[in-house]
């Protein structure tokens, strides 16, 4: 079973709907939780940060963490075509040296006009 | 603005070929990592350093060496490729002190025959 585990998709949603994305994950020393975005030949680029658990919101984005349940999703409001990308979640247990990261599998999401 | 940056971004390979793939960043960070992406594998460690000629295997070292001489640059070795290294691969940068963020640069899609 994999540390972190996420839909791989794809998630076909029409222009202004409502993106729903999760991972859950195994791992109860995690508590720093990422979101990254991926566009097509791509690196990833850091979307949502959040430490422990909690809500964040930045824009149309939102982040959740419920670490009782191993549990964290992002919501994206109002999504555009912009918006298709591949969404891949990241935590991590510790500021120990070297910062690593372990990554789901990511979801690849598709806005159609 | 962070930017790292890869040596090349399409190389095709033999099997038993020597492989050296480059990485620089221009921030200073002490941090860097190599990682492969495979479909439905997610993103997968393969070394990282936190400090110039330091490194730490990551999740999947073998079949790969790595070297850092100087602070910007992450060189990744295939001593001896072989077709199931076919991947993309990416390389990341971040800060020791500081969010967790790891910052990446483009990739490089490797094709071994």
């Known amino acids: 079973q994999k540390e972190v585990e996420q839909d791989p998709g794809p998630l076909s949603v029409p222009e202004g709907a409502i993106v729903s994305l999760n991972c859950t994950y195994s791992n109860s020393a995690f508590q720093y939780f990422m979101w990254y975005r991926q566009y097509s030949r791509k690196g990833p680029e850091l979307l949502m940060y959040t430490y422990s658990s909690g809500n964040k919101e930045d824009g149309r984005f939102t982040a959740q963490v419920d670490k009782s349940s191993k549990y964290i999703s992002l919501f994206i409001r109002d999504s555009q075509p912009s918006d298709s990308a591949t969404y891949l979640c990241?935590?991590?247990?510790?500021?120990?040296?070297?910062?690593?990261?372990?990554f789901g599998g990511g979801t690849r999401v598709l806005v159609k006009p | 603005d962070v930017k790292v940056t890869q040596s090349s971004r399409y190389l095709v390979k033999r099997t038993g070929e020597k492989v050296f793939l480059e990485c620089v960043q221009d921030m200073d960070h002490e941090n860097m990592f190599w990682y492969r992406q495979d479909p439905g594998l997610g993103l997968r460690l393969i070394y990282f350093s936190y400090d110039v000629k330091m490194k730490e295997k990551g999740d999947i070292p073998e079949g790969y060496s790595v070297s850092r001489e100087k602070k910007e640059r992450f060189s990744l070795i295939l001593e001896s490729a072989s077709t199931n290294q076919t991947s993309m691969y990416l390389c990341?940068?971040?800060?020791?002190?500081?969010?967790?963020?790891?910052?990446f640069g483009p990739g490089t899609r490797l094709t071994v025959l």
């Open positions: 990241a935590m991590s247990a510790s500021k120990a040296a070297g910062n690593k990261l372990t």
């Open positions: 990341a940068s971040s800060l020791e002190d500081g969010p967790d963020e790891q910052f």
